[in-house]
């Protein structure tokens, strides 16, 4: 204030502010451009919260692959492996907790409250509950990940919420209606009520902002209502009647991802915006952009390659989509690897140099290039302009076949029909990233026979291959839900720098300046804030 002061009186001084020629209106009148638009399209704004939810390389990188990817053995590690030894990195473990509020869910809150029921623009219904659907699918990333985080609260600094309070899981999810004085209820309730304001369409025409559906609503209400299916099922273990009333919910509405069409992906571009434009998961493993972490995991290559080893007649139809081959990048990518489906080979777990020189055989001074020794993810599913996929049909069949199999509500076919269709769906979904992808309906078909009757364990182990790639963060979330596929478990010896007694960490921490930062945060957070402390669902073994 008194710096303010003493530019007012230098301004006086010099006969800077000719008070005698000018009135309050017309001081007002000098910051108005002619030439800007008065009114904001929130339409528009919208388009931006699509493309920061699927976010960029920063947090693909280090919460989806390094974090969830590794922990969950899709990926292992070379230089950057703090999934696959338990290892803390700070900067990577807070990366979806620094980056998503400041990003998606900013822009999406003030959408929210200036197209709501108190806001300037409460007519633009559609612009609101898909922003609604959006929001929600952030924040169930943002509780899944780190526990108890700041919901009802969060994204109001121009409301005066400075520092919002941390609220318990279980309200995040459940949690129905607004308070007065509020802008958002649980997720789940949120998520209904979104599909039902898009039952009666607005005049807000999205066609032109909606990157995601290009403004069909029907598709956005099955997407709503296909995240109920699978969060009422997340908290289930913990709470089954609610976990079964919203799953009642979204059965009920017939309204639920129909076929890969409807999967939920966002397009990206070569630019203008590297950071913003290109796909963050091709950024991250590309060359160009460091190339680290394309080394797939044991556990993907032994399933793949079904079980028999020395049979490709058993293997997965995805073992050639999801390997590149063995040998470096530009190999892979000039055609010069070893495309063997019976070479591929995946690095085992708790391997640190040393022991992977001694479990390959070779002498302690014998180079040892992982690089050329394990199989590559492969680079024809890492173009930069790659499209970033969310939510698809195949793991929402996936859901619904886990519900059919435990008799927890009626679903419209049988277990092993969702069972079936979403192995099917998975598999054709890579059509999307290149046409050689394209697989013998007749060889899925034997593929599919070879796997059995369902079980709870094939439907988790299904829906782990289902999520590897851009959807590490819900293998992650349903193995610590079930304790499958049961595959997934830490090597028998650990590395000596893990910080959780050599067990898979059972959530990340929180940034480290969020203690001194918010003074709700020991009140309200998921504490001890260390890996292994469980949030509310977390019910696995």
Not at 114 to 119: H, I, L, N, S, V
Request: proline fraction near 6%; aromatic fraction near 10%; charge should be negative.
């Amino acid at each position: 204030m008194k710096h303010i002061n003493k530019i007012l009186i230098i301004a006086l001084a010099f006969g800077l502010i000719p008070f005698s020629s000018c009135d309050k209106e017309s001081l007002t009148d000098l910051n108005i451009n002619p030439n800007a638009s008065t009114e904001i399209d929130w339409r528009f704004n919208m388009s931006q919260v699509m493309l920061r939810t699927a976010e960029n390389r920063y947090v693909n990188w280090r919460a989806n692959i390094i974090y969830s990817g590794h922990l969950i053995q899709h990926f292992a590690g070379d230089n950057y492996s703090a999934g696959y030894t338990y290892t803390r990195f700070p900067s990577h473990s807070a990366s979806y907790f620094d980056r998503y509020y400041l990003e998606a869910l900013k822009e999406a809150g003030e959408i929210l409250r200036q197209t709501g029921p108190a806001g300037i623009d409460p007519e633009m219904t559609n612009t609101y509950n898909v922003t609604r659907i959006l929001y929600a699918f952030c924040m169930h990333r943002m509780t899944d990940l780190y526990g108890n985080v700041p919901y009802f609260e969060a994204n109001r600094g121009i409301e005066g919420i400075f520092n919002p309070h941390y609220d318990h899981q279980r309200d995040i999810y459940l949690k129905e209606g607004i308070d007065e004085g509020g802008v958002r209820g649980g997720i789940l309730w949120e998520l209904q009520q979104a599909a039902i304001g898009l039952g009666s369409a607005g005049t807000d025409d999205l066609a032109g902002a909606d990157m995601i559906y290009q403004g069909d609503l029907t598709k956005w209400r099955k997407l709503a209502y296909s995240l109920i299916v699978k969060l009422g099922l997340r908290i289930y273990e913990v709470d089954p009647a609610n976990g079964k009333k919203w799953i009642d919910v979204a059965l009920a509405s017939n309204l639920l991802m129909g076929s890969n069409l409807d999967n939920c992906q966002v397009p990206m571009a070569m630019g203008p915006d590297i950071w913003w434009n290109q796909n963050g998961y091709s950024r991250a493993w590309h060359p160009a952009d460091g190339g680290h972490g394309t080394i797939l995991g044991e556990a993907v290559l032994d399933l793949l390659k079904g079980p028999d080893p020395n049979d490709v007649a058993d293997d997965d139809p995805r073992l050639m989509i999801i390997s590149g081959g063995i040998g470096q990048w530009a190999d892979i990518d000039n055609g010069t690897a070893n495309i063997d489906p019976l070479a591929q080979w995946g690095e085992p777990p708790g391997l640190n140099s040393i022991r992977l020189k001694e479990y390959l055989g070779l002498a302690p001074e014998d180079p040892a290039d992982i690089q050329v020794i394990f199989s590559r993810l492969n680079p024809k599913l890492l173009d930069l302009d790659e499209t970033h996929v969310l939510v698809t049909y195949g793991e929402t069949q996936l859901a619904l076949a886990e519900i059919a199999q435990r008799s927890i509500s009626t679903t419209p076919m049988s277990a092993q029909e969702h069972f079936e269709a979403g192995i099917r769906a998975d598999i054709n979904r890579y059509l999307l990233h290149d046409a050689s992808f394209a697989r013998d309906p007749g060889d899925i078909d034997a593929f599919i026979a070879s796997l059995g009757a369902v079980d709870e364990e094939k439907i988790a182990t299904q829906f782990w291959i289902a999520s590897i790639m851009q959807n590490s963060y819900e293998a992650y979330a349903n193995w610590r839900r079930t304790g499958m596929p049961s595959f997934v478990k830490p090597p028998a010896e650990g590395y000596p720098s893990n910080v959780s007694n050599n067990q898979i960490f059972r959530r990340l921490e929180y940034p480290t300046s969020e203690p001194s930062i918010n003074p709700n945060y020991q009140e309200g957070a998921t504490l001890p804030n260390d890996f292994m402390t469980r949030i509310w669902w977390d019910g696995g073994d």
